[in-house]
């Protein structure tokens, strides 16, 4: 657990004292990331600095698990806190092999420990240890020197990672799969996090907690789908842009509101028995139609239940989608539009239906968050 107590830094400058961080007090629990987001010169990259003492707080205190930072040598608390930047800093004349195990070498680790650790953190981040291992820092692309400033960082196995837009110059492909990568590794890692960034759906996607920073100051610090739901000012609502609440369907997944009430019938029901489930049900269009793993494979349309004689089985049609209980709602709407549907069959991972979504379901959520936030939003003083 990382805990920020009044931090302050005040540069002194020939025309006046310069506040760039301002009494920032703020908590990131154990094993969450917290996304540091504003414009630039608004003091994420200062506080995060201070951290680690790269920039030497002015005044206030860094506590890491209870314990007063000031307290230890500058040493020993680089040594416990990764670091990982935009412009990577690899060695250019060590190799990669070199490059990552660079700070256990420095603590003392004998060598057959810090080797394993470097294979162990190549398989890690999806990189074949025996082909890269070797090989210099300029014989890697720009994304896979990332992907090595990522290991090296988590090479001494740091309870603490500072990360200063550390993936702000890949492209955005390749961003997307380190950062998909990245997230895989942190479920199984829990490490504690604060991550600079400018990129709003990024601080979305990957953090638990986010700090929105305005000219040194802190202005809100909150769980994304808070945040999106319920700006604290008109500053945060503006930087976080008019389709907040399109930006809430990333957050959201299929399981979080997914109605498992639903009707279904088999090959072998007759198309009377599927006019009757649809009128029961209150269906518009069409039923599900199931086989005997309770698996989607078609479906009858209403008008064909009502108009004509015979089996579902000769008179279904293809599902034009379904979605899956970990599938987020930007999917989900996205295969809506795509395929100009108001709702999509929900299955589990045997593909067994779990149940059904509907666009109208979608809305309601989202407007209730937002109602219930709006809500708990004390009146500002006018």
Not at 68 to 77: H, P, R, Y
Request: charged share 25%.
């Amino acid at each position: 657990m990382i805990r920020l107590d009044n931090l302050t830094k005040i540069y002194k400058t020939t025309e006046g004292p310069v506040t760039a961080a301002d009494r920032i007090s703020m908590e990131v629990p154990a094993g969450e990331i917290c996304i540091l987001l504003g414009p630039s010169g608004c003091g994420k990259t200062t506080t995060l600095k201070m951290i680690n003492r790269i920039v030497q707080p002015t005044s206030g205190r860094v506590l890491i698990d209870g314990e007063d930072t000031a307290e230890l040598d500058t040493q020993t608390l680089r040594h416990n806190i990764g670091y990982v930047i935009q412009q990577i800093g690899l060695f250019p004349n060590m190799t990669i092999e070199e490059n990552i195990s660079v700070v256990p070498r420095l603590m003392g680790w004998d060598k057959t420990k810090y080797r394993n650790r470097t294979r162990d953190l190549m398989d890690m981040i999806a990189m074949d240890p025996d082909a890269f291992l070797n090989c210099f820092p300029h014989e890697l692309s720009g994304g896979q020197q990332q992907r090595i400033g990522v290991a090296r960082a988590l090479a001494a196995d740091p309870p603490v990672m500072l990360m200063d837009e550390p993936f702000g110059a890949i492209d955005p492909i390749n961003r997307a799969v380190i950062q998909d990568e990245f997230l895989k590794m942190q479920k199984e890692l829990k490490k504690t996090i604060l991550f600079v960034s400018h990129d709003i759906d990024e601080a979305i996607k990957m953090g638990n907690r986010i700090a929105i920073f305005r000219a040194g100051q802190l202005v809100q610090y909150s769980e994304p789908d808070e945040l999106l739901a319920a700006p604290k000012n008109e500053f945060v609502e503006s930087f976080l842009g008019d389709d907040r609440a399109l930006k809430r369907l990333n957050l959201v997944k299929v399981r979080d509101v997914v109605n498992d009430t639903i009707g279904t019938v088999k090959p072998s029901d007759s198309l009377e028995t599927a006019h009757k489930r649809i009128e029961e049900y209150g269906y518009q269009n069409a039923i599900i139609m199931v086989n005997e793993q309770y698996q989607p494979v078609g479906m009858v349309a209403a008008s064909v239940a009502k108009n004509t004689k015979g089996y579902c089985s000769d008179h279904n049609s293809p599902m034009p989608a379904q979605v899956g209980l970990d599938d987020d709602l930007r999917k989900v709407v996205s295969l809506m539009f795509g395929h100009d549907i108001t709702w999509a069959p929900c299955v589990d991972e045997k593909e067994r239906l779990c149940g059904q979504i509907t666009q109208r379901t979608i809305t309601h959520h989202l407007s209730a968050r937002h109602a219930m936030q709006t809500a708990k939003k004390p009146a500002e003083v006018i």
